[in-house]
Every structure is written in structure tokens, then in C-alpha cells.
């Protein structure tokens, strides 16, 4: 067999895998979800939807999901692009320090930030117990609880996402085309709502559509903030749902989950037709202006924007972990009042602690490595060979990813509570259904990094090894994997903490003695348990926290390696 024919049998082989996997986790369960919706016990019908529809709940619930994605979205937009624009186009100072405190909350995960939240702005949160103590009588300023709460976590949350988005786009936007409208005169504001705000709207499109599908998407805010206050979105009400009646209300949450779906997929179309109908030929690669010179306003700005930053995203974790050193709510913070005792709680004597840290621990692994293999797959097939299948497989990855993480977990349960004729072993009720899940809800994101990383080695390097006789197993051993380690590092690295603190999927998809860090700390957290639960998810933020830190760190020593290497390869 010929070096030719080895290759395309590798090729073929490879994406057959990634087909059998994809069809497996993501097309089987999405195909079981949108055939259920139709399937009655007289046979198939439309009645389930009619009867949905006729629900008045379920308009509630929809209005409810739509108010919470745009109003949080609204938050996010009014934080985010105030700030963006303050970090690129003015001088602005000690702005590194500033973006390392605003990107905490991308860091966090959601459940834990509305904990936090709760700790600081509750009832008998820090906040308005300091109002409290000054008032001398009981003040609550705001209640973090009900429909205002969600909202406003949501987009604090979230911010960050638009703050991105739009600062890269805002970077572009060409100089000359800025100092051309400030030379006739017009002001700083006018300059940025008539030019550059309209070159940069595709960045700040695409932040607000990523943060509007968040905000429909996510379940732990809402469950924590608004469920006690019967505030109930579509995640939360598909939840309940499922939880109270199983599997006699599957054909009713599978049109509920649809329905679901369908919020996002045409937020994605709006939005795409909005930008698309305009022209943003103008954007330079290169090119932000000079800053902007703030004069006597630059440290007064600064130090808003450093309270802003602190209050979003510092003050809701110290709450917390204040909190979790107190034994009962309510009690005065002092030297004699503070206590281990909830840590001892959650680390010694409740036993399900150590099971669900294993169960995280071993799916996250499991997750990040067939991620990473699908996404080494995927990026290959598609840059180096410019493969259809390939293609096809990256915008598959894409839908789960898009689609509510409760979606994706009724979709798996739908696929197999009754695994199809033949299936040779049972996967509901196991951790595989779990991992299955993770698999189909994260895979793009392994994609993405993997293709970065390929996108940037020079394909000669690996013709070169060919050319020396070398196999395709060999050329990517030898010569591939060094140049796209660090890519495919971050891909994995993001992939592992985002699934051992995810909640949204196992929510739904677990059971007795495979219980996740999530699911134990939200029930923690919503029964009767004080601040054992908010002791875990301490433990937790300062996990992930660390995490990142040891990613970040890792990253600047494997470009510092890079670039020494570059260096002595000069200089021989």
C-alpha cells in the first residue's frame, strides 16, 4: 500500500471516528428530542404542543425567559461598552490591573457568582446588614431576590463577554476616519456615536447575541435568585418539569426545550441579518487612534471604573467566603464568631463530598481528552486536507454549544432512557450519559483552539516530513504536535474547568452516587444545610481560580520557550 493510499485510509479512519462519536452524543439525542415532542400514547401527534400551548404558565414562562435574556443583556451592554471604550480609546489608567479584576466573572461559574451575589445584596447579605447597622434598624436597600435579581446578576455576569467582543472590534476601527471627524470639529461622543460605534458593530453584535443566548440559556442564577421568589425562566421550568413528572412529561419538555432552541437560533439570525446588511469594509487589522486624553478626569474615571470593577466582581466572592466562616446567617462577623466548621462539614463528615469530587474529576478528564482528540481530528481534516466531513463536524460541534445546557441534557436522556434496538449496554442512569453530554456540549470548544493552533504552523514543515518517508502518525508525533501543544493545552486546560464545575447539564443527568461538585453544591445550597454549601463553592471558586492562574502562567512560559527556541534557531 502507497504512502497515498496510507493517507487517505488515515483520513477516511479519523473522520469516521469523529462521525460515530458526533452521531452517538450529539445527532441521535437532538433527533430523539425534536421526533418526541410528536410521539403520544395513541400515536403521533401535535396535541402535546396545543397542550402546551393552552398552558397560561408557559406564556408566563416565555415572557419571563425573554424579559430576563434581554434585560440582562441590556446590563451587560451598558457596563461592557462604556468600559471597552474607556480601555482602548482613552488613557485610562492601570488598565492591566483593572482587566484581570473584570475578567473574574468569566472565570466563576454562574451557580457560584448568584451564591455570591446572594451573600452579598440578600436579605441578610453583608450589604444591607452594613446599612442596617448604620440605620440603626433593619434597612434592605435591594433584594437580590426575584425577577430585578436576575436580571442584573445575569448582566453583571456577563458583562465581560460584551466588554471583549467589543474592544477587539473597537481596536480596529481605522485612525484616520476618528482624527478626520474630531478635525470638523466634532466632539469625543459625537465622533464615537457616529463613527466609531457603527464600524465596530459587528464586535459588539456578536458580544451582545453571545451574552442574550447566555442569559436564556443559564439555570443556576435564575434557580438560586428567582425560583424562591417563583420567578421561573424555560431552564428552570423544563427542570421542574422534568424532576416532578419524568418521563410522562417527556413529549411536553421536549416542545418546551425546542422552543428553547428556538430563542437562540433566531437571535443568531436576527443578528446575523442585521450586520450582514451593512458594510464594515473601512475596519483596519491594525488600527485603534492615539488614546483619547481623559486631562483631569483620568484618575477620577479611573477610580470609578476601579469601583465598578471591584464591586462586579471582587465584593460577591469576598461575601461568600466570609460568609462560609460563620456559623448560622445572621451572625456578627468577629474573631470569636469565626469557624472551620463548614469546611470541616463538606471535607470530613458529609460523605458525598469526596464521591462527587471524584465523579467531576474523573468526567472532566474524560471530557477534555476525547474533546481534545475530536478537536486534533476536526482541525486537521479541515485545514491541512480541507475536508467536507470535517467542515460538517465543526458546524455540528457548534449546535450544542448554542443550545441551553438543559436542552442538551433532555435531549441525552430522550436518546437514552430507552437506548435503541440493539445498543449492547445501558447508559441512562451511568456516568457514560453524563460524559456523553460533556462530549456534545463542549467539543467546539476543543475545535476552536485546535484550529487556531493549526492555522498557525507552516504546512511545509509537515510536507517536509512526508517528503523524508515519515507516516502521518509519525509527521504529527515528531513535527505537528510541539508547533499546536500550547492550543491544544488551552483547549484541553478550558474544556477540564469547565466541565468539573459544570451544573446546567448534570442538573438533569444525575443520579444516586454519580452526583457532580455542581449538583452537590446546589443542593446544598437549596436545602438545609446553613453555609456548608457556600463553603464548598468557596472551595471551588478558589479552585477554578488557581486553575487559571496555573493556565495563564503555563501559556506565558510555553510562548517564553517559543521564543528562546526561535531565538537559538537565529542565531545557529
Known amino acids: 500500500m502507497g504512502p497515498l493510499r496510507v493517507a487517505a485510509v488515515f483520513r477516511g479512519s479519523l473522520m469516521a471516528v469523529v462521525a460515530g462519536i458526533f452521531g452517538v452524543a450529539i445527532v441521535y439525542p437532538l433527533a430523539r428530542l425534536l421526533v418526541a415532542g410528536f410521539v403520544t400514547p395513541t400515536g403521533v401527534s401535535v396535541e402535546p404542543l396545543l397542550r402546551l400551548l393552552g398552558r397560561p404558565a408557559v406564556w408566563n414562562v416565555l415572557g419571563q425567559t425573554l424579559v430576563v435574556g434581554l434585560g440582562g443583556t441590556a446590563v451587560a451592554a451598558l457596563v461592557g461598552l462604556p468600559l471597552a471604550w474607556l480601555f482602548v480609546k482613552s488613557d485610562l489608567p492601570a488598565r492591566r490591573l483593572l482587566l484581570i479584576g473584570l475578567l473574574v466573572p468569566l472565570v466563576i461559574p454562574p451557580y457560584i457568582g448568584a451564591i455570591s451575589w446572594i451573600q452579598l445584596l440578600g436579605p441578610v447579605g453583608w450589604l444591607n446588614r452594613g446599612f442596617s447597622a448604620l440605620a440603626g434598624e433593619k434597612v434592605v436597600v435591594w433584594n437580590v431576590y426575584g425577577l430585578d435579581g436576575v436580571i442584573v446578576v445575569l448582566g453583571l455576569f456577563h458583562y465581560p463577554i460584551v466588554f471583549l467582543m467589543s474592544a477587539f472590534t473597537l481596536q480596529r476601527v481605522p485612525a484616520d476616519l476618528e482624527e478626520a471627524a474630531r478635525t470638523n470639529g466634532a466632539s469625543p461622543w459625537r465622533t464615537a456615536l457616529r463613527v466609531t460605534l457603527p464600524l465596530a458593530w459587528p464586535g459588539i453584535g456578536a458580544g451582545l447575541l453571545l ?70 469594509a473601512a475596519l483596519s487589522p491594525t488600527g485603534a487612534s492615539s488614546p483619547f486624553p481623559l486631562g483631569r478626569w483620568r484618575y477620577p474615571v479611573g477610580a470609578v471604573a476601579l469601583a465598578l470593577i471591584l464591586f462586579t466582581s471582587i465584593a460577591p466572592l469576598l461575601a461568600m467566603l466570609t460568609s462560609s466562616l460563620l456559623p448560622a446567617y445572621g451572625v456578627d462577623l468577629t474573631l470569636s464568631n469565626l469557624t472551620m466548621a463548614n469546611y470541616r462539614y463538606v471535607l470530613t463528615e458529609y460523605s458525598p463530598t469526596w464521591r462527587a469530587v471524584r465523579t467531576s474529576f474523573t468526567l472532566a478528564l474524560l471530557a477534555a481528552t476525547v474533546c481534545t482528540g475530536i478537536g486534533v481530528a476536526v482541525a486537521m481534516a479541515n485545514v491541512r486536507w480541507h475536508s467536507y466531513s470535517a467542515q460538517l463536524a465543526d458546524r455540528v460541534a457548534t449546535v450544542p454549544y448554542a443550545l441551553p445546557g438543559v436542552v442538551v441534557a433532555l435531549a441525552a436522556i430522550l436518546a437514552w432512557y430507552v437506548p435503541p434496538p440493539g445498543w449492547p449496554f445501558p447508559i441512562y442512569g451511568t456516568i457514560w450519559l453524563i460524559l456523553l453530554a460533556y462530549v456534545a456540549r463542549f467539543s467546539t470548544v476543543a475545535i476552536r483552539s485546535a484550529t487556531a493552533a493549526y492555522q498557525q504552523v507552516d504546512p511545509t514543515l509537515e510536507e517536509a516530513a512526508r517528503v523524508a518517508g515519515a507516516g502521518p502518525v509519525r509527521t504529527f508525533a515528531r513535527v505537528t504536535a510541539p508547533l499546536v501543544s500550547g492550543g491544544l493545552l488551552a483547549g484541553a486546560l478550558l474544556v477540564f474547568f469547565t466541565a468539573l464545575t459544570e451544573l446546567t447539564v448534570s442538573a438533569l443527568l444525575w443520579t444516586s452516587g454519580i452526583e457532580t461538585i455542581g449538583v452537590m453544591i446546589y443542593n446544598l445550597e437549596t436545602g438545609a444545610f446553613g453555609f456548608q454549601g457556600t463553603a464548598l463553592a468557596s472551595l471551588v471558586a478558589l479552585t477554578v481560580g488557581a486553575g487559571s492562574l496555573l493556565t495563564y502562567l503555563a501559556g506565558q512560559a510555553l510562548s517564553a520557550d517559543r521564543l528562546t527556541n526561535v531565538d537559538d534557531e537565529r542565531a545557529s
Not at 421542574?240 to 426545550?257: H, I, M, N, Y
Open 211 to 280: 451574552t442574550f443566548v447566555g442569559n436564556v440559556g443559564n439555570f443556576g442564577i435564575p434557580a438560586l435568585i428567582g425560583s424562591p421568589e417563583r420567578v421561573t425562566v424555560l431552564t428552570t421550568y423544563l427542570y421542574q418539569q422534568v424532576v416532578s413528572f419524568g418521563p410522562a412529561a417527556f413529549a411536553t419538555v421536549a416542545w418546551l426545550a425546542t422552543l428553547s432552541g428556538a430563542i437562540a437560533v433566531t437571535a443568531v439570525i436576527a443578528l446575523g441579518r442585521a450586520v450582514g446588511h451593512r458594510s464594515y
